[in-house]
């Protein structure tokens, strides 16, 4: 989902704060979320995420700004009139009801025969895989098996955005890897706009369309999963998602940078910086290259091999350059490229930062 | 989406209050008028009524300054702060030693010995006094016992509270003694610490809130009891029981209200302090805690059983003792058994009409009191904004537990009797005594209810209104049925004690309105001891039967619904 293909936004947030007593927990977010998008909200704990995502469905409204969903200011509105489903890390199943009585508990209430809820939550509990499960209690599922209960529920009254607050934070590592795909494809097949809250940035990365990263109330940054992932707007970003190497650097003049003796050039240029300023220089260690390095490649110096570590798909190398003030580094080299370089700790090893690959931040 | 949101970002957001939150309010203005009615106003009349004469003039601290230049009323502090720190010691030392062995040793019959330390529960304060007359009094069983002391004052006094206090120390410290953790026994062990020193260094400390705790609930029911006092007190004057001479024996409702503001004093201050204590108090068991297995030791086993033991016949002794009394013709003369005792309609003081209205009030305060206390307390766990007025309420609903019975009687009388109370028609109703009792136990229930609603999921609620449900069918369909444990433990405990209590009713029932713990000191009085005797013990039976009834309901529960609730 392009965010600039004239759609019209399905939900505006506009200059919304939220004040705990003294505390700002959200200072002035602006964000637009389009028709059928996946949202992640991601940032560490305290962010303000979860706070954000509150004010959206009216359980905690903002201090100040107002909201507009599918045309309608809902600012001011309690919860029972907004349109939302939501998901909570808990699910909230009601523990005495069974898992059907749990999905159909929306449909009581809009005036629909038996035989139609029966019909619609069957039709859910297949959707979410659990056609069979409808007679058991909340208890007796799998935390997994919940969460899709939990998912269904908030599916039933077809509403126009779902919430989902780190949904899958309680279950263990291999379930979570599944129902991220199992909720994804979901979402795509029902097109309903979505909104998740997560810490997860892995969970982020796979699911969302957009990925929205918050730290201390405000938005660092928007944008694609890849956007985050290759163009970090701010160092927060750059350290929250992914590894990074955050190293000591002096700008020169016409876009180089200076790692100590080493010089390097960074596509994405350096920007209202003078020569002579500090600068932090970042690069992935899954970017730094040793095979096929020649002498037009760009940004090339000789390193040595400090520490050698071995994590099973790949070894992770530190390294430092070979000047008087020793940067250290990281690199992700595969199993194939230290059998076929020879790569050995306390060896010397010619790396390259890749131009397109170097992000330069200003100050340290 | 031109100029508009700037515009509005400017303003604070003022939230639109929904129909769910409108309902909550005013369920929230409803529990928040009954506890006014209930508490605030009779307390305040009570305290105004300290500062008039008797034709209702304020006169400052006048009746003040009369009671303490009366050394025959205020001697009773003195009185009163000795038993009740004696009977504290005693009852608390005896519910360590039995907590411990029944958590501490592998003696037998562990179930048994809980269960009979119960039964004092279910008891009226007046039966172990009655007991005890029979047992020392002028023609008591042995009364060489006593060498010559009368049982008549301090001795029985105490006597007659440690039996009544007793479970209520018990429950508390066997609480804080059973959540012990084993690693750091094993870790004392391991260090080659001696057994006492491990005592002192691990037991105590890990019990040292609950005994602390058990203190004060001890030290504040025996410094507001009225019934072992009044039955056994003699000449020796307690301050429950000054309240009660001052109103109903010298209509002096003046000096009524000034003892009874004194004795709130204590009351409210070992209830200030119980509550300081129990903010310091941590929770000392973790979840990765290994709960403590006791191992066999015969000859520890052996001296736990013997105290145990003798504690545990104490308890069935006295219960033994009135129940023989109400049966036998005329104690000590003609000792031969008859039902004669029981035919209340024939004594002075009682009948069997006490009993039903006993029967009815209890029925009344059980679903009344329980209703609205579960709802009070769910209003004010899960309601929303309205931050000031919950404070409030959840201080009204603390307050009852820091006022004496007999103080809260009195206050009932001076507020409903009072000639300009819109309300006074329900002096001298059975609707009077029902609102009187629910408010005398509404702090416990409460917290029970408040616990029990802290362990439900907090999102239930915003799941409700996502889906358009209103709170109320939720709170039917889901809070209800889920709390259901705790709701019948508030309700049966609210029925015993609307059995058994006597203080804060006493002044307050209407000759068509007697109950039965009021017609066993009616009829003490009167002489009809035996009648008196067996009155009380019609009430532990129907408290038991009660009991019996709570613990198969929640046994039937606890079965239909294993499916969906955990462990």
């Known amino acids: 989902m392009a965010k600039d293909n004239g759609q019209k936004p399905y939900l505006s947030i506009h200059g919304v704060t939220k004040m705990f007593g003294d505390f700002t927990a959200l200072k002035d977010i602006a964000l637009q979320v389009y028709e059928s998008e996946f949202v992640c909200f991601l940032g560490p704990s305290g962010c303000g995420k979860t706070t954000l995502l509150r004010a959206i469905a009216g359980l905690d409204i903002q201090t100040k700004g107002h909201i507009e969903q599918a045309g309608q200011d809902i600012s001011a509105l309690p919860p029972s009139e907004r349109d939302f489903g939501i998901v909570f890390q808990s699910y909230a199943l009601f523990p ?55 998912l269904a529920r908030a599916l039933a009254t077809s509403p126009g955005l779902l919430l989902l607050d780190e949904p899958l934070s309680a279950l263990d590592a291999k379930v979570r890897v599944y129902l991220r795909h199992e909720v994804k494809q979901l979402q795509h097949k029902l097109g309903v706009t ?29 944008g694609s999963p890849l956007e985050i992932y290759r163009h970090p707007a701010s160092p927060f970003v750059a350290e929250f998602v992914g590894t990074m190497n955050f190293l000591p650097g002096i700008a020169g003049n016409d876009g180089t940078v200076h790692m100590g003796k080493v010089e390097l050039h960074a596509r994405e240029g350096v920007n209202g910086l003078g020569e002579g300023d500090e600068v932090t220089i970042c690069v992935r260690p899954e970017d730094v290259i040793a095979r096929d390095i020649t002498s037009d490649t ?61 992000r330069v931040f200003a100050g340290r | 989406m031109a100029n508009g949101p700037q515009a509005l970002t400017a303003t604070t957001v003022k939230a639109k209050v929904s129909r769910d939150d409108w309902v909550m309010r005013g369920g929230m203005v409803v529990i928040g008028i009954y506890l006014l009615v209930a508490v605030i106003f009779p307390l305040y009349s009570l305290l105004s009524k300290s500062f008039q004469d008797e034709f209702g003039k304020f006169v400052g601290l006048a009746n003040y300054a009369e009671y303490f230049a009366t050394p025959a009323l205020f001697f009773s502090i003195n009185n009163s702060l000795t038993i009740s720190f004696t009977s504290m010691v005693i009852t608390v030392s005896l519910a360590f030693g039995y907590a411990y062995g029944l958590t501490r040793s592998c003696m037998p019959g562990k179930n048994i010995f809980k269960a009979i330390a119960l039964i004092p529960i279910l008891a009226p304060s007046l039966l172990p006094a009655i007991s005890l007359r029979y047992l020392f009094g002028a023609q008591g069983m042995i009364k ?10 301090p001795i029985g006094i105490v006597m007659g509270e ?63 009891d009225f ?25 002096n409702f003046q000096m009524g209200a000034v003892v009874g503001m004194v004795l709130l004093a204590p009351a409210l201050l070992a209830f200030t302090a119980d509550r300081i204590v129990q903010g310091k108090q941590v929770a000392l068991l973790s979840a990765r805690a290994v709960p403590y297995q006791p191992r066999p030791n015969k000859r520890f086993d052996l001296i736990m059983l013997t105290v145990c033991g003798i504690v545990a016949l104490t308890i069935v002794g006295l219960l033994g003792v009135a129940q023989y009394a109400s049966l036998v013709k ?37 679903v009344i009191g329980t209703t609205v206390v579960f709802t009070g307390a769910y209003l004010v766990e899960k309601s929303k904004g309205f931050t000031h007025g919950r404070g409030l309420i959840q201080l009204m609903c603390m307050i009852p537990l820091a006022v004496p019975g007999i103080v809260l009687g009195l206050a009932y009388i001076f507020f409903f009797n009072h000639p300009g109370n819109p309300l006074g028609f329900m002096y001298a109703t059975m609707g009077i005594l029902v609102m009187c009792t629910i408010t005398h136990f509404y702090t416990v229930s409460h917290l029970t209810a408040v616990t029990a609603l802290k362990q439900m999921d907090p999102e239930f609620e915003a799941v409700s209104s996502s889906l358009k449900i209103p709170f109320y069918r939720t709170f039917i369909r889901v809070t209800v049925p889920v709390c259901m444990p705790a709701i019948l433990d508030i309700s049966v405990y609210l029925f015993v004690n609307a059995m058994t209590t006597v203080s804060a009713v006493i002044f307050i029932y209407s000759a068509d309105t007697q109950l039965a713990s009021v017609a066993v000191i009616n009829m003490d009085d009167a002489g009809e001891i035996a009648s008196a005797a067996a009155m009380a013990m019609m009430i532990v039976y129907t408290s038991a039967g009660m009991r019996l009834l709570h613990f198969l309901l929640t046994r039937g529960i606890a079965r239909q619904s294993q499916a969906w609730r955990k462990r």
């Open chain 1, 96 to 150: 005495n009801l069974t898992v059907s009585k749990n999905v159909g508990y929306g449909l009581e209430n809009k005036k629909m025969n038996k035989a139609d809820v029966k019909a619609r939550v069957s039709e859910l509990l297949d959707l979410v895989s659990l056609g069979d499960q409808g007679d058991k209690y909340p208890a007796q599922l799998s935390g997994g098996q919940q969460q899709r209960v939990a």
């Open chain 1, 194 to 222: 979505t909104i998740m809250v997560t810490h997860d940035q892995e969970e982020a990365l796979t699911m969302a369309d957009r990925i929205v990263v918050m730290n201390e109330g405000i938005i660092e940054q928007v």
């Open chain 1, 298 to 358: 760009p940004n090339t110096f000789d390193a040595m091999v400090d520490e050698l570590e071995f994590l099973g798909s790949f070894y992770r190398a530190s390294l430092s350059t070979q000047s008087d003030d020793d940067t250290n580094f990281r690199a992700d080299f595969s199993v194939n490229l230290v059998r076929d370089l020879g790569v050995k700790e306390g060896q010397p090893l010619i790396v390259a930062f890749p131009e397109s690959r170097i």
């Open chain 2, 144 to 153: 060489e016992l006593l060498m010559g002391e009368s049982i008549y004052g």
């Open chain 2, 162 to 224: 440690v039996f009544w206090t007793f479970p209520h120390a018990l429950i508390i410290i066997l609480t804080a003694l059973s959540t012990a953790d084993a690693r750091l026994y094993e870790a004392a062990e391991s260090m080659g610490t001696s057994k006492l020193r491990t005592f002192f260094t691990v037991t105590l400390p890990g019990a040292k809130y609950g005994v602390i705790s058990a203190c004060f609930v001890v030290f504040t029911l025996v410094i507001t």
């Open chain 2, 227 to 251: 019934g072992v006092p009044k039955v056994i007190g003699g000449n020796y004057n307690v301050l429950a029981v000054d309240v009660y001479k001052q109103v109903v024996g010298q209509q």
């Open chain 2, 330 to 366: 005329l104690w000590p003369y003609n000792m031969s058994l008859t039902l004669h005792h029981y035919d209340f309609d024939l004594r002075d003081g009682g009948s069997w009409g006490a009993m039903f209205n006993s029967l009815e009030m209890a029925g009344w305060t059980a």
